[in-house]
Each structure stands twice: as C-alpha cells, then as structure tokens.
C-alpha cells in the first residue's frame, strides 16, 4: 500500500543551526502538504505543493516537491525556539481521500 | 474560524469498557478522520469516512469501530477497551477536493487501566 516515509526521527539543534527533513512516497502524489505540531497540540497546516519540482518560501522556511512528485523535503533557516514541534510531510493522491502522513520529525531547538 | 472539536481532552477508562470519542466540525467537510499518535509511530489512520454513513477501513481498525449518522459527526468506537489502546486520539476533517488541507481536533490523551 502507499507508504510516507520520512527523516530524521528526531533532530536536535543549536538556535541558529539549519534544520532539513525528508519525506519519501512510494509513489507518485498528487500533492504533498506540510503540517506542524507544537507539543502539546494538534497538526496545523502550513503548505501545500502541487507541481512537480515546485519551490515554496515562508520566511525561513523552504519547501521543494521532487521532479517526480514522490519526495519533498522541508528546510528551516538559522532555527529559532519557537520552530520546536515536530513536522508531518502528508501525500495525497488522485485516487482516494486519505492523507498518507510520514511519521514526522521531531525538532529541538537548544538555546 | 474553522473547528473541528472532540468531546474530551483526557479520558481514563478501565480495561473492558466501551468507549465513545466524539469529534464534530463545523466546516461541511465530507470526509472525517481517526488517527493515533504513539512516540515514534507518527500518525496512524484508523478509519475515515467521505460521506454519512460510509466508512472505510484505515491501517489499523482491529479493535474500534465508527459511526457517521451525521455530516458533521463522526464517532470512534472501542468495544471493549484494552491497555495497548492507551495513545492519543486525532479526529481531523477535510473537504473532498484533493488539494484541500486536514483541519485537526484538539486530540484526546486516552489511558486504559
């Protein structure tokens, strides 16, 4: 069945280190969505991507979708405290409802 | 401001019992989503449903089952609670287009003893 795979797990980081994770389909998407959640909290939406080698910014944060739509991956710049959480890749396809979630990477940020 | 909102944000049952975790939106949204979230395991489906009344099978339905009379309601089900059913419980919602995003619940932190 389709699979999301990503990572790191886990990444620790000193405040102004750069962060990336990786997320990897099994196959083709339709479109790949970027989720993150504070501890304690629930997934929020942050990106959506739909273009086979699309490039998106939010300040310092950088999201790409691979050439052939199978892996994504998201980039944080100069990492801040408040960039804790952990971050959910979630593919979706033509063919069905569901949200295929990677198992997310868990973000430290050490002061 | 869109909402989906589940009916408790901690619950403590003991082993045996039936449970009931309720989750509305106020969004119309067609389809509606149980996840689990274990340390290390992600997110996990447990069943979703596009439609009153439909339901369809996620990784991991063995032990739960859901009920959708209405648009905006959707139920999880555990028959009979069990301990390795101890997690947090994620109710989400989206509309049926593809290229629209999950709106999440709050969650509910679930301990069987």
């Known amino acids: 069945g389709q699979q999301v795979m990503q990572i790191p797990q886990y990444q620790h980081v000193q405040e102004g280190e750069d962060f990336t994770t990786y997320c990897n389909s099994s196959t083709t998407l339709s479109n790949i969505q970027w989720y993150k959640q504070r501890p304690g909290g629930h997934p929020v939406f942050l990106i959506q991507?739909?273009?086979?080698?699309e490039v998106k910014k939010q300040k310092r944060l950088t999201f790409q979708f691979g050439e052939a739509k199978k892996n994504s991956s998201l980039h944080i710049t100069a990492t801040q405290t408040t960039d804790v959480g952990t971050y959910f890749c979630a593919g979706r396809t033509n063919t069905g409802n569901q949200f295929y979630f990677g198992t997310g990477t868990s973000l430290t940020v050490i002061p | 401001d869109v909402k989906v909102t589940q009916s408790s944000r901690y619950l403590v049952k003991r082993t045996g019992e039936k449970v009931f975790l309720e989750c509305v939106q106020d969004m119309d949204h067609e389809n509606m989503f149980w996840y689990r979230q274990d340390p290390g395991l992600g997110l996990r489906l447990i069943y979703f449903s596009y439609d009153v009344k439909m339901k369809e099978k996620g990784d991991i339905p063995e032990g739960y089952s859901v009920s959708r009379e209405k648009k905006e309601r959707f139920s999880l089900i555990l028959e009979s609670a069990s301990t390795n059913q101890t997690s947090m419980y994620l109710c989400a919602s989206s509309a049926v287009e593809v290229v629209t995003e999950a709106f999440f619940g709050q969650g509910t932190r679930l301990t069987v003893v």
């Open positions: 991507l739909v273009k086979s080698g």
